[in-house]
């Protein structure tokens, strides 16, 4: 009996096991494209300010065009202009990979199930060190929590919360 106790003890502290990723999942960027408005909210330092976020597909060379544009003091300045990044895509995803004078070098994912990771350093011109974020696209929006790493080494925790127009 006391056998039999602790194998269910020790089965129920036993860690869980991960699911496996569902097989076959394949990216599609229709799921993806369109106009995302919503807001951009540091919530450290209280700033906030529209977003709007137009993204662009071209199917015969599997490119993406975004066009992103922050208002407000987005990262400290004082409405910067609106830039158009590109990404490329297959079945696994996309990828934005390169350099901007607002964000800096980038290097962001997107899985097949609309997980975004990105990390960036070097931001608005060089001032900000670094900015890391994680986010979901689909169901028609397209949202993100983000950390801020400042040049003190502080950090700022920021949201951007959108829907597909």
């Known amino acids: 009996m006391i056998v039999l106790v602790l ?6 502290c036993a860690p869980k096991s991960t699911p496996a990723p569902v097989a076959g999942e394949k990216f599609d960027v229709n799921d993806f494209v369109g106009t995302y408005e919503g807001t951009w909210d540091n919530e450290s330092t209280g700033a906030s300010g529209p977003v709007v976020i137009s993204i662009e597909a071209d199917e015969s060379t599997h490119n ?3 066009t992103l ?3 407000g003091k987005y990262l400290g300045l004082a409405d910067p202009p609106a830039v158009t990044l590109s ?3 297959n079945d696994n995803g996309a990828t934005v990979v390169g350099n901007s004078v607002l964000f800096g070098d980038m290097d962001v994912r997107i899985d097949a199930n609309g997980n975004i990771i990105g990390n960036f350093k070097n ?3 060089g001032t900000i060190p670094a900015m890391m974020y994680t986010g979901k696209i689909g169901d028609g929006r397209l949202d993100a929590d983000y ?6 080494g502080t950090t700022a925790t920021a949201l951007l919360r959108t829907q597909r127009k």
Do not use: E
């Open 7 to 12: 194998m269910v003890a020790l089965t129920a």
């Open 64 to 66: 993406v065009t975004l």
């Open 69 to 71: 544009d922050f208002g």
């Open 87 to 89: 990404a490329t895509y």
């Open 123 to 125: 931001l608005a011109g």
């Open 147 to 152: 950390v801020i790493t400042l040049p003190d």
